[in-house]
């Protein structure tokens, strides 16, 4: 039972950080978007496209890394030394990501929460699998 928890939580943290990359890397000079990330204008969204384009690929990677490892677990089996091993570095890379993003202030508390949790869980139900 642990062993799936860790799955469904890796699995929703891989699609977080998709939807993270179609924010950064897609759709960021939509002012919807921007507006999120706390971006003033345009002009601003227009200037930080380059830097954001390429942190959408870097949350990217890390959602392919968590959801090709939860393919390889499924396929070797709950406990496979394989996709357990690429969760854990997925994740833990994940969470390493929001807890330098707390650092750049007070402000990117909320978002790192938000962007750490569900790795967060994920990796502690990796573990305990």
């Given at each position: 039972?642990?062993?799936?928890?860790?799955?469904?939580?890796?699995?929703?943290?891989?699609?977080?950080?998709?939807?993270?990359?179609?924010?950064?890397?897609?759709?960021?000079?939509?002012?919807?978007?921007?507006?999120?990330?706390?971006?003033?204008?345009?002009?601003?969204?227009d200037?930080?496209?380059?830097?954001?384009?390429?942190?959408?690929?870097?949350?990217?990677?890390?959602?392919?890394?968590?959801?090709?490892?939860?393919?390889?677990?499924?396929?070797?089996?709950?406990?496979?030394?394989?996709?357990?091993?690429l969760?854990?570095?997925?994740?833990?890379?994940?969470?390493?990501?929001?807890?330098?993003?707390?650092?750049?202030?007070?402000?990117?508390?909320?978002?790192?929460?938000?962007?750490?949790?569900?790795?967060?869980?994920?990796?502690?139900?990796?573990?305990?699998?």
């Amino acid at each position: 039972m642990i062993g799936i928890l860790a799955l469904v939580f890796a699995g929703l943290a891989a699609l977080l950080h998709v939807y993270i990359f179609v924010l950064e890397s897609v759709r960021w000079t939509q002012p919807k978007t921007w507006r999120v990330f706390g971006i003033v204008d345009q002009r601003t969204a227009d200037a930080t496209k380059p830097m954001a384009y390429n942190q959408g690929f870097y949350n990217l990677f890390l959602a392919i890394g968590a959801l090709v490892g939860v393919v390889v677990w499924i396929v070797g089996g709950i406990g496979d030394p394989v996709g357990r091993t690429l969760l854990c570095f997925s994740l833990a890379s994940m969470l390493a990501a929001a807890l330098v993003l707390i650092t750049s202030g007070r402000k990117y508390v909320r978002p790192a929460a938000i962007q750490g949790t569900l790795p967060l869980i994920g990796l502690v139900l990796t573990i305990l699998t």
